[in-house]
């Protein structure tokens, strides 16, 4: 089908005269004005290190002795700080497979300085530009800008080549520094039906689709045309990192193409994107995919001891996830290929995410279970749009999907302290897609398990204010995963030593560690707890309920956020504290108890502070449930404000006074 429609495209263009047309650029490539160089703030943004002035595209058809696109660019940039430094470090990315390839030519490049009230200009090196391969089929053209200092403007121009005519570049308007004019332009023959994907929350300043007769040739056809698109946006933001997002680039303003169809005059429509049906089918026909699932010999052993052992299929699948997360260790390279045979993964004892993770389907397919490959991107690789054609290059991960029943679980052998059906966090990322020959379909990545931190302590007050006691920590999901992980990594002598020293005025002593390797159960860690007073009587205590335990910023500053709010997964935590106090003491002041509840059932904080037995004892509840890992922008405001609350809460204090002897 590509040899077809390659000759059809370059009917098409012998016939149009497909003609050349520039970027339209309000400045001129390496000639600089005193005032960008003068330029010390971007009023937009004054704590910005680095501003993008202009970014121009291009993209166009040509033909030359076969079909290729080409693609332009030419970036202006000014170093504001020294922190805006890492703007002069240039990465061009490219890429090749097979025998098509993408090249990159014509790089230029300019640092201007003003010195003494003359503009210097230095030209880049063509010697200091290398090549470097980044992935199995990635590489980059990287360089750097000469003499660039605070205040350097930076001008960059290159043009790639590529041979996949099926694909036009994306074209990013959004950066991590603000963009005061982002423009891209594409010439595209109107026998091409392109879907145009724009992703952001930036608004376009100006979209434009022009129809233009193509002309530069005694040949060109008269009913010929092209659609010419421009799309700009100006004052474009920086893209700032907040807490709780998966990676920028699934926020980031910029737009993507796809191309649907070819219609020539007088032929069928030719359906370019890929369907669903094929992509599973060539990917289970594939050597390092699909046929890896099927070699199963080496370990048949191992199955016939498992189903010798376990005859229920839950305890099968349990028992195989076992064999390869303890045998296998995870190289931590990701991929939805196997690099090797899963039987030389198998025999190094190690291999990537793909290598484990097809090695574990195979297994389970061996056992006799319900089981598939899933395809995964990683939090940090960015969400997978589900509404658009298939694009296998979206993934870069693998897990595996088995169904027992009316269940079915989502397994990763790559963490020995993720227990079964949990996904580790970096997969915890919207959709992946089941890879199952009659049952492909999307797979909601849902973590498995919430993140549960509960600690409980009993505690007594003497009239110097001296606090002793026992306290008690519980963790369970992923919470449970992550301290496993800190405790395993420092050692236990060390993670305990650490502990017991004074947490700021409380010191933590004897702490001891109980089922850190039971995955099935909580981690629990216990501990005597200890905080001197004054020294002396006296007539006021003035407590902290929270122990210092308390949430004391709100991780949620800005104003508006337009990012959803990705916490991965649903949050429990449970604090729960009992004083005893001292004799000849009753309480002054406490917090009022509160109730706050997200709209919509997603969260829930209660605070309650009781004084029991007549007043001896008082006892403190903290309970903060975060119950959906998303929220998206309009909810912003209320989980702002929850959080709020919150810490207003955790900041009261209770006030026990002396009374008067009778």
Request: aromatic fraction near 12%.
């Amino acid at each position: 089908m590509k040899a077809t429609f390659t000759k059809l495209f370059v009917l098409a263009i012998l016939l149009a005269g497909f003609s050349y047309r520039s970027v339209a650029q309000s400045f001129k490539f390496g000639k600089i004005s005193e005032e960008e160089l003068k330029m010390s703030t971007y009023d937009k943004d004054t704590s910005a290190a680095a501003v993008i002035l202009s970014d121009y595209g291009y993209s166009r058809f040509e033909y030359m002795g076969e079909l290729k696109v080409v693609f332009e660019r030419q970036v202006r940039i000014k170093i504001l700080k020294k922190a805006g430094y890492d703007w002069a470090n240039v990465v061009v990315p490219f890429y090749q497979r097979g025998g098509d390839k993408e090249r990159v030519s014509f790089i230029k490049g300019f640092t201007f300085n003003l010195e003494n009230g003359k503009i210097q200009k230095d030209k880049l090196d063509g010697k200091s530009i290398f090549e470097e391969q980044t992935s199995e089929y990635s590489y980059a053209k990287k360089f750097t800008m000469p003499n660039v200092k605070e205040g350097s403007v930076i001008d960059v121009s290159y043009t790639v080549t590529s041979d996949f005519v099926y694909t036009l570049r994306d074209w990013e308007f959004q950066y991590s520094i603000p963009v005061a004019w982002s423009e891209y332009h594409a010439q595209i023959p109107e026998y091409f039906d392109y879907k145009f994907l724009l992703q952001g929350y930036n608004r376009l300043y100006k979209n434009e689709n022009t129809k233009e007769t193509a002309a530069g040739s005694a040949a060109a056809s008269p009913d010929m045309m092209n659609n010419a698109y421009v799309w700009i946006m100006k004052d474009v933001p920086a893209l700032k990192e907040e807490k709780y997002i998966t990676t920028l680039r699934d926020y980031q303003s910029k737009i993507e193409f796809e191309l649907q169809r070819v219609k020539f005059p007088g032929q069928l429509p030719q359906v370019m994107t890929g369907d669903w049906d094929k992509v599973t089918s060539d990917l289970l026909t594939e050597s390092r995919f699909g046929t890896q699932l099927n070699r199963s010999a080496f370990f048949k052993n191992e199955i016939a001891a498992v189903q010798a052992m376990y005859k229920k299929p839950e305890e099968q699948m349990q028992a195989i996830y076992n064999i390869v997360r303890n045998r296998m260790k995870w190289n931590g390279k990701n991929g939805i290929y196997a690099t090797t045979t899963i039987r030389k993964a198998w025999d190094e004892r190690t291999g990537t995410a793909s290598d484990l993770n097809l090695l574990l389907t195979s297994m389970l397919l061996e056992a006799g279970l319900d089981a598939a490959p899933v395809l995964v991107s990683t939090r940090a690789n960015g969400r997978v749009n589900t509404a658009m054609s298939p694009m296998v290059t979206k993934f870069n991960y693998v897990v595996a999907q088995v169904t027992v029943g009316e269940n079915s679980y989502l397994l990763d052998a790559t963490d020995p302290l993720v227990p079964l059906g949990v996904l580790p966090e970096r997969c915890l990322n919207g959709h992946g897609r089941l890879i199952k020959k009659n049952a492909h379909g999307w797979v909601s990545l849902e973590p498995g398990a919430s993140s549960v931190k509960l600690f409980s302590a009993y505690l007594t007050i003497n009239d110097k204010g001296d606090i002793t006691g026992t306290g008690r920590e519980s963790a369970g999901g992923y919470h449970a995963v992550d301290l496993r992980r800190t405790i395993l990594e420092e050692g236990e002598s060390k993670y305990t030593e650490r502990l017991a020293k004074e947490v700021g005025d409380f010191k933590l002593t004897e702490p001891k560690i109980k089922n850190l390797k039971d995955l099935s159960t909580p981690l629990d860690i216990s501990y005597n707890i200890s905080v001197e007073g004054s020294g002396r009587s006296n007539d006021i205590i003035y407590l902290n309920p929270m122990l210092g335990r308390g949430e004391k910023e709100n991780p949620f500053k800005l104003q508006e956020r337009l990012y959803p709010v990705d916490f991965g997964m649903p949050i429990d935590e449970v604090y729960t504290c009992n004083f005893a106090v001292p004799e000849g003491y009753v309480v002054e002041e406490m917090p009022k108890s509160v109730a706050i509840n997200l709209p919509e059932g997603g969260g829930r904080f209660m605070y309650m502070v009781q004084v029991q037995q007549e007043g001896k004892a008082i006892q403190v509840m903290s309970k903060v449930n975060i119950s959906k890992p998303v929220y998206y922008a309009p909810e912003y405001p209320y989980l702002k404000e929850f959080f709020n609350q919150i810490i207003a809460k955790h900041a009261e204090q209770i006030v026990l006074k002396k009374v008067a002897a009778n």
